[in-house]
């Protein structure tokens, strides 16, 4: 029997509006559309392996609103297992996102529910996490609750994946026990309190700062450029990303982070899982929504046999972070 996908994280319903492009500060303009769809980084991951065809149990909070109860059939209707889905008393997370034409967007999130997501209730959803093959965390949760969760997984030998976002400045304590860090550029440059210009040899050397920070594995995301793979002592690898046209790009590290871990537990090569997970995330690009756009299994491996991309070792060169 496989050992289950194991989410800990944020549930929120996504209000999103479509401009011709996003204001700026104090501007107002006139919005084309606007939708609701189900959301939170934790839930995202959550359904995009499920519906690609993994077993994934989902630990986190919604309120007693209205929406609580949406966002809990919308999990269990991508085939969740929400049994450690808390409802508090209270609001629901909602996540403010205004999209323009060209997929950009910007997010507001009010945690809501997600804020009253204690290590005690950890605590209790302690047998299934106890089984889990591999656990996915984020920051839309409190920061204590995520190192609680590193602690439990370091104590039972249980991989951890942590997408550091919203981004923040993490301890090295906690770094020190995640299996797998996987930051966008913006976030790394948080992480590591350095800025870096786009570039292969300062990705790379971000990557490394990360490794001497005491994650065991780093997937650093870089947008349309792929992304950047250093695993310990190994020759980092480059996976190009798919080239597709982006609708809305809102949810695209969660659909990654989702198919990276499928990959890796159906026995996938880390490069291979890479490749699989960044082929998720382009085809979510292509649809509007966070948990709408997850592809399935089906349909990934179809956009595999008519795409192929290779990956690429790193060149030989020193340059550092300054």
Known sequence: MQKPIVVVGSINLDLVVGADRIPQVGETIIGNSFSTFYGGKGANQAVAAAKLGYPVSMVGNVGSDAFG???????????????????VEGASGVALITTGLRGENNIVVVPGANGHLTPKLLEKAATILEHAGFLLAQLEIPLETVEYLAQFAERHN??????????????????????????????????????????????????????????????????????????????????PAFPVSAVDTTAAGDAFNAGFAVGLMRGSTVARSAIFAS?????????????????????????????????????????QVR
């Open 69 to 87: 109860t949406q966002l809990r059939n919308g999990l269990e209707e991508a085939g969740v297992d929400t049994t450690y889905v808390n409802t």
């Open 158 to 239: 249980i991989p951890l994946m942590l997408d550091p976002a919203p981004a923040r400045e993490l301890s090295e304590k906690l770094l020190r026990r995640v299996t797998w860090i996987t930051p966008n550029e913006s976030e790394t440059q948080e992480l590591l309190k350095t800025n870096f210009e786009n570039g292969d040899q300062r990705s790379y050397a971000a990557a490394e700062r990360l490794l001497d920070c005491g994650v065991k594995n780093v997937l650093l995301k870089l947008g349309s450029r792929g992304c950047l793979i250093a695993q310990g002592t190994l020759a980092k690898e480059r996976v």
């Open 279 to 319: 082929a998720v995330a382009a085809i979510s690009v292509t649809r509007p929504g966070a948990q709408p756009s997850m592809p399935t299994g089906d349909e990934v491996e179809c956009f595999l046999e008519q795409h192929s991309i290779t990956t690429a070792q790193q060149p030989s060169y020193t340059e």
